[in-house]
């Protein structure tokens, strides 16, 4: 939704007016949610997207990495909405919005500082 709506990198209100579902109704998988969040925090940065631009390195998280948790979280939600049949539909959505041209050269997968695991 943040993609498609939005620009990718600010959150502004206007998109989290308009997204399509309410808490309500997943409701009832809050707690799986919770724990597939959980894990989420915990992989991302084992997965490090570091890449020069304008001099300076600009990281990130490689999301794709981490799709063994995030795809859990799709059908969890897909399940909760009565919509799992759309399973296929979001995987080829995806596909489509993968850049096709792949990574900047020079994109490094390791952080160029020392890590150790706490935000801060």
């Known amino acids: 939704w943040w993609t498609m709506n939005g620009d990718d990198f600010n959150v502004p209100s206007h998109v989290l007016k308009s997204f399509p579902i309410t808490p309500a109704q997943v409701e009832p998988i809050h707690k799986e949610l ?9 992989e991302q940065p084992r997965h490090p997207s570091v890449t020069l631009y304008a001099k300076k390195e600009i990281g990130n998280y490689d999301l794709n990495r981490c799709r063994h948790i995030t795809d859990q979280a799709e059908q969890l939600i897909l399940g909760a909405l009565e919509l799992s049949h759309l399973w296929p539909a979001v995987l080829l959505a995806d596909a489509r919005s993968q850049k096709a041209t792949g990574e900047r050269p020079g994109t490094e997968r390791e952080w160029p500082f020392p890590w150790n695991g706490h935000h801060g």
């Open 34 to 42: 919770e724990e597939l969040a959980r894990l989420l925090r915990a």
